[in-house]
């Protein structure tokens, strides 16, 4: 078990170094600091920014709105998903614009949303419409793939809409809706940082990235695309451990796993 | 009461029910033999309302339990919550159904299972729990396709027994392929011949 742990440290170690010291290869022989900062100077503006609290406003901010559109995103999602298997007119209705949202371009979006609303909530509206087609569409998988088997028992017995709930419809649906969350959890965020590129809003990440690239502040702004990704990941993972616990202390031990 | 009025039933060009009548009493079992494909099974879901008739009517006083061929089990619930989730109950009444879907399993061979999730029961014991959850719905009329088929000798015995005691006040049809089990379960015998149903002259 020990060796084991030891095993996987000493290998994301090694892949680790492996890429700094490519990254420092690469910028020495290209020696265009504007274009490619060394691995160094990069750390070291990311140590800078840490020292300032304004980093760790710019951060929440940006997380919070971010994660307030997923949020808005996935129970949307889920809601509209629910609402089309129930109704046959809702899903004549909302699927063609899930389907519309779905297929414009993240950038279309951001710049049409500028146009209707304050440029703070842009980021949050992205990420929402980022995240809502993708659960709606495996929400409604989750709900189409209950086994007939088991509507057929639920029919027999007489269930309510509690236990057809809790026995046929959130077995199926929680592994296709758990899936969901995990993959527009990347790209929300993707594209809610894109929203604040665009948009600027006062404490945000994306800010910090737009007037880097205005300023041709090369290392700041590779510190805080770092800044970008460390987050992604930390998010993804904690996101990922909440719908675990969530799956086995809500009774669903035996809810199979769907992979992505 | 069970009855069952000239069921006509087609799946396209293929006649698979024609002019069956059956009326299964009170306190009465109705064990249904015959070839398999030959509509028992298409039978006895028009009669738990399951699938349509294109002609004939059905009437059934009371309500219905249905023991499907295959467990047909929710696979996220525990054994206990499998039979219990059948039981009508209100907070109050959890323990009382507890303690009463326990007593079914017991009486199955099943005490010491209530925690296992269907995917560690064997083909044996999720068919007994399947029968211990249409048991604890204490319904009126009983419908059951093959319900012992995969039982073992001994407890076949076991499970029988008990079934024979707590339908002695129910209506209860019955389909199966093994003729003992009629004997068992001191059933009446009928048999379904190209889409009717026949008495047999020695049943």
């Avoid at chain 1, 274009?35 to 750390?43: D, N, S």
């Avoid at chain 1, 049409?112 to 809502?132: I, Q, T």
């Avoid at chain 2, 069921?7 to 079992?29: N, P, R, W």
């Amino acid at each position: 078990m020990a060796s084991n742990i030891l095993k996987k440290v000493l290998r994301a170690a090694f892949c680790f170094v492996f890429w700094i010291l490519l990254w420092q290869a690469f910028s020495a022989v290209l020696a265009r600091p504007t274009v490619l900062p060394t691995p160094l100077a990069v750390f070291r503006k990311l140590c800078e920014l840490m020292g300032t609290s304004r980093f760790y406003l710019d951060c929440l901010y940006s997380l919070g709105r971010i994660f307030a559109g997923l949020i808005l995103g996935i129970l949307g999602g889920a809601l509209i998903a629910s609402l089309c298997a129930w109704l046959g007119i809702f899903d004549g209705v909302l699927s063609p614009a899930v389907s519309v949202i779905k297929a414009t371009p993240i950038a279309s979006i951001i710049i049409l949303m500028l146009f209707v609303m304050e440029k703070s909530y842009v980021p949050m509206v992205s990420a929402m419409l980022m995240a809502l087609p993708i659960v709606f569409s495996n929400v409604r998988k989750g709900i189409s793939s209950v086994p007939m088997e088991l509507r057929e028992v639920a029919d027999t017995f007489g269930f309510g809409f509690g236990k057809r709930l809790r026995y046929c419809l959130l077995p199926s649906v929680i592994p296709y809706f758990s899936a969901s969350c995990r993959s527009s959890l990347g790209l929300a965020w993707k594209a809610g940082i894109a929203a604040e590129v665009i948009c600027t809003p006062k404490y945000s990440i994306g800010l910090n990235l737009n007037s880097a690239k205005v300023y041709l502040e090369s290392e700041e702004l590779y510190a805080w695309t770092i800044v970008v990704v460390i987050m992604s990941v930390l998010i993804e993972k904690g996101v990922i451990r909440l719908l675990d616990c969530m799956v086995k202390n809500g009774g669903m031990k035996n809810v199979k796993a769907l992979e992505d | 009461m069970l009855k069952l009025l000239k069921i006509e039933k087609s799946f396209g060009e293929k006649k698979v029910l024609s002019d069956v009548s059956l009326t299964v009493e009170k306190g009465e079992c109705v064990m249904l033999f015959g070839a398999s494909g030959c509509g028992k099974t298409t039978l006895l879901r028009i009669a738990a309302g399951l699938e349509g008739q294109d002609g004939g009517a059905v009437e059934k006083s009371g309500k219905t339990a249905v023991v499907f061929a295959e467990p047909r089990l929710f696979p996220t619930a525990t054994v206990l919550e499998n039979v219990t989730a059948v039981m009508r109950r209100g907070k109050k009444e959890r323990k009382d159904a507890e303690r009463r879907a326990a007593e079914i399993l017991a009486a199955f061979g099943l005490g010491g299972a209530e925690a296992l999730y269907p995917a560690e029961l064997s083909t044996g014991m999720a068919a007994r729990v399947s029968l211990a959850r249409a048991v604890a719905y204490d319904a009126d009329v009983y419908l059951m396709d093959e319900p012992f088929k995969s039982l073992d000798a001994g407890i076949k015995q076991t499970v029988v027994s008990y079934l024979r005691g707590f339908l002695s006040d129910k209506t209860a049809l019955i389909i199966s392929h093994d003729s003992a089990e009629a004997a068992l379960m001191g059933a009446d015998v009928y048999r379904m011949e190209n889409g009717m149903l026949v008495k047999p002259e020695n049943a």
